[in-house]
């Protein structure tokens, strides 16, 4: 199965905490949290479709002016996610500017955000900031508070969240794709088929569970799509698999409790990718508990637990300044993984699949 999730850790294992998640096929992007943006080119930032801030300490939120900047004079409206009390705390930073002039910006900026309350709670309150309102808040109905976590849907993506604890709320987030449908290029060789794409109406068909006389018009170039010939999706489904969809899970910053560790490994469970903060080596708990900040073997317990396939520690404390490779090796073996840790890929846009 070719990957539908490409992410990068923004700042290396010891910079700010970030993950700019791309997905094939998809225009937008996922920002998880907005600290030092400087590893992101204008053109990556501008593709953000959805921000989820795990909480408002300086290194996970410090670079959202960066953003806010490039956006004012774009039409967009930008799903912002964070933990309760977000959106005050996003209105007292659009509000350090003055927006006197924003009425003759013709393009429209707004800012929906989605408070992720604890468990319990009966919906999570919802707030829109735009700039031709001068980015005075505005009530929005409040966001079911589902059993699942979801907050978001990005097209076939869902982004789920939970509130941990870090002495402040602090949220963990999870990236899942519905399904995985791949097109088989050696079955379409055999039948004498294109590519092209018409595939996508094919996939979206089969993932729609389609009935089998739904005709599925054929062509190379959008531009043969009027009069294509059609087949029946009946006669295409073997071209296509469809296997479980990816999962990302996203945790930091949070301490090593029990209920901590509960709501972690639900998040986490059975991800692909898993990003993990450790800050502190092993023999460092103490001073791991009193920050409230995980160690390397709390990391590595909770991929354990939560069966994750990879995982990708990050968050080291600067005290461990030319001891990665030990900060690795203490993860790996918590987590059982032997030497399977590792260092996420490029920032360029992936290769479209079929």
Known sequence: MRPTLHPRLLNGRTGDPGVYLEALHLPGAILLDCGDLSALSPRHLLRVGALAVSHAHMDHWAGFDRLLRLLV??????????PAGFAERLFHRLQAYTWNLADRIPADLAFEVTEVALPGAAGWPRTRFGLHG???PEA???SPAGPDGAVLRLGPLRLRAAALYHGTPSLGFAVEE??????????????GLPTGPWLAALKAAVAANGPDDLPI????RASDAPGAPSLPLGAL???VEVTPGQRLAYLTDFADTPENRTVAVSLARDADILFIEAPF?????????????LTTRAAGEIA???????????HFSPRYQGQEARLLAEVAEAAGLGRGLVATGGLEPPTPAL
Request: positive net charge; charged residues 35%; glycine residues 4%.
């Open 237 to 239: 489904r073997d071209l």
């Open 217 to 220: 018009p054929v062509f190379a």
């Open 73 to 82: 004079g774009r039409e967009k409206r930008l799903p912002v996610v964070g």
């Open 134 to 136: 001068g980015f005075r």
């Open 304 to 314: 354990r637990a939560a069966r994750a396939r990879r995982v990708e520690p990050f």
């Open 140 to 142: 929005l109905p409040p």
């Open 281 to 293: 080596a092993a023999e460092d708990a103490a001073i791991a508990a009193d920050r409230r900040h």
């Open 178 to 191: 519905a399904m995985h449908v791949n097109v088989w290029r050696t079955r379409l060789a055999e039948r």
